[in-house]
């Protein structure tokens, strides 16, 4: 052994022996605890993922509303309010007892939504999708979790309307056996409102239940309303893979309608009613049952069958507001109203699939589906009601001015291909055909029965193309370019008098939406840029004709084309202020220029060119911004919301009829306040000013139900809400 090993193995072993006997000198010291805090910022507006479940959103401008972290008057489902932080809604305000929801985006008509494919938990809510597609079914802001919106460029997967999807997710039953929730509000004009909830898990069976009761006396004379809704989701977690679900929801309001107001009439007082006898019903129930499976870590499955069955019931007295519903000298009695009644019976059945599958290395998709639905809308309208003034839907005279059936049977097959080329660029190309036939049978007291049958056929494809491009994880680049189409719908092809006649060869409305964007998020800042155009061609309308007789026909048919063209603009910055504090500011603004395009429609007994004209009910700008400053567990939000004027009519008529019925749509503004307060995690109290300024404004002259002339909005309201989780 040499003498340099040795050396160093005496120093290794020296060194061990001293290091075991050496004293530390370091003295320990004891830390006092801390306490890491932050502002919690609680955000209310999402995205959707670009895969989610059966479905494909990658490339498509989408919004997801968080309704547990909004703050606003959620009970009168204000829709400024709802959908404050989704640019371009057009809201029409008509509904102050909170029952409905009217909106729009893009040029569209707000009617009842109906240019929306409508669903709840993806099951469709519309009433008849090719007879009368207005949502009548409407679930309780407090019963929803989240709104999905996805513009029209989803048409491929959902079908029918040029709106998009717009999808109301309900509350999810608790991980815990049983849970308890009521929210109760009360307000301004009589609202009393009251939500109850149960639910929970035993083993693999999740439940919820709840009911929902709403009533007021209304912001117009003669505008009460009682609202009664329901629903049960009984769910069987077969295995992680496999899940039933077994449903049904239901809702029924009587609203009292205080009709039409002349523009004289609205400038003098605005809360006057012109009808104390008119009413409308809609009660709804929709069942269904829906069965997701995970077959494999690639391929997921999803079978729906539901239901829309129910009725849409008024009785009134159906004049232009400049018409008095008065006493009768020759009898005494009021005139006998109308009763209308819609019969619906609607059935969808869909199986959706989407596989993932690789390619260049990436995991690409392909969601595929069926869709099969069978409606038949039994019409009923013109029945001689009772002289009285209470909701009664009963004749005094049997028989009805029009009884016609509006059947359909149409199959969908659609697919859509999310190809993911690299990492951060995918295209979707995708197509949908539609197959399908409507037949209207029936008969009218003024129209030949031989003459009134009618056939549309729904035999057509759809195509889209879309892309997304991510900059970052959270910031990406998205456009796509989707054809949609409108059916024909039972109003547009009724003949209204024996002067009517109607087009025996209409066409659906075919075209399509094509827009571009930049979102994402960075630090403190939220956005959502995109540019946009509508292609809406086949538009239905009147125009003026001779018979052989050389008498006049007012011949209802496809009239023209119209376009839309825009911008949506979202920016959120949400600031950090403190340990408790934060401040979000927003604004959620639109621009949109709708005009006809190679248009006729009648004016009196000539037809007239309205080539350029503006679409009605079409305002070039909607702004709504807003401030919330939180504090610990209080929170403190205004909402500006600016709407600008808009046009009533095709022909732009800017002086009002003597009914009110046509003329300017003026421009208006509105402040909301909302103060938020949680006592505990369980605990929650909110107050809600809305229309502080006590704004007189009207967002539309209707041209149809529920009856031409000037709806006044709602002045200012308070209510006040709280809210119970055990």
Known sequence: MTKPFLIALFLINATAVFSQTTTDTIKPHKLSPVTVE?????VDIHRLEPVQGTYIFSGKKNEVID???????????????????????????????????????????????????????????????????????????????????VRGTASL??????????????????SKKVTFETINTLGSYGLV???????????????????????????????????????????????????????????????????????????DDPKMSTRSRNYYQPNIHIPSLTADWNVSSST?????????????????????????????????????????I????????ELRMLQSYKLFQQTSSLATGIQYMNNDLHRQQQGKGTTGTDFDLSLVTPGWGRDLHFKTKNIALFAENRWLLTKRFSVNTGVRMEIGETNMTGTTIYYSEKELPNKIEHHFPLFGVSAQYDLTESINIYGGWSQAYRPVIFKDIIPQSIYEASDKNLKDAYGYNTEVGFRGKWKY??????GFYLQYNNRLGTLAQTDSANNLIIFRTNIGDSRTAGLEFFLQGDFSLGKKTSLSLFTSTSFMDARYEDAVVRSGNTNVNIDGNKVESV????????????????SFSALYSYTAESYADALNIVTPSASGAVGLVPAYQLLDLNLALRLTDNIKLQFNLSNVFDEHYFTKRPQFYPGPGIWPSDGRTFSGTVSIKI
């Open 525 to 530: 800042l939220n956005w959502d840029v995109t």
């Open 619 to 634: 305002p070039s700008w909607i702004s709504r911004n807003g401030i919330t400053l939180r504090y610990s567990q209080v």
């Open 38 to 42: 932050g502002s919690r910022i609680l």
């Open 193 to 267: 409102s009251t939500y109850n909830s149960l639910s929970g898990t035993l083993g693999k069976f999740r439940y919820s239940a709840w009911v929902n009761g709403k009533w007021i006396t209304g912001y117009r004379d003669n505008s009460d309303s009682s609202f009664d809704a329901e629903g049960i989701s009984l769910y069987y977690d077969v295995s992680k893979d496999l899940t039933f679900k077994l449903e049904w929801t239901h809702s029924n309001y009587i609203t009292h309608i205080p009709g039409p107001l002349t523009d004289s009439m609205f400038y």
């Open 342 to 349: 819609d019969h619906f019976n609607s059935y969808t059945t």
């Open 300 to 340: 997921k499955l999803r079978l729906t069958t539901s239901a829309v069955l129910g009725a849409r019931n008024s009785v009134m007295f159906d004049r232009p507001a400049n018409i008095a519903d008065t006493i009768v000298p020759a009898t005494l009695q009021y005139n006998n109203r109308q009763v209308d």
């Open 157 to 174: 997967q959902y079908g029918a309307q040029f709106g998009g999807m717009l999808n109301y997710i309900s509350k999810q039953p608790d």
């Open 67 to 149: 309704m547990t972290q909004k703050n606003g008057a959620i009970t009168e489902k204000y829709g400024r309010q709802i959908f404050a932080k989704i640019p371009g809604i057009f809201v029409y305000d008509i509904d102050g007892t909170g029952n409905q929801v009217n909106i729009s985006t893009r040029g569209l008509d707000p009617h009842r939504s109906w240019e929306f494919n409508v669903r709840k938990d993806g099951i469709i809510t519309n009433s008849d999708m090719y007879g009368y597609p207005a949502s009548h079914y409407n679930i309780p802001m407090e019963a929803v979790e989240r709104i999905e919106l």
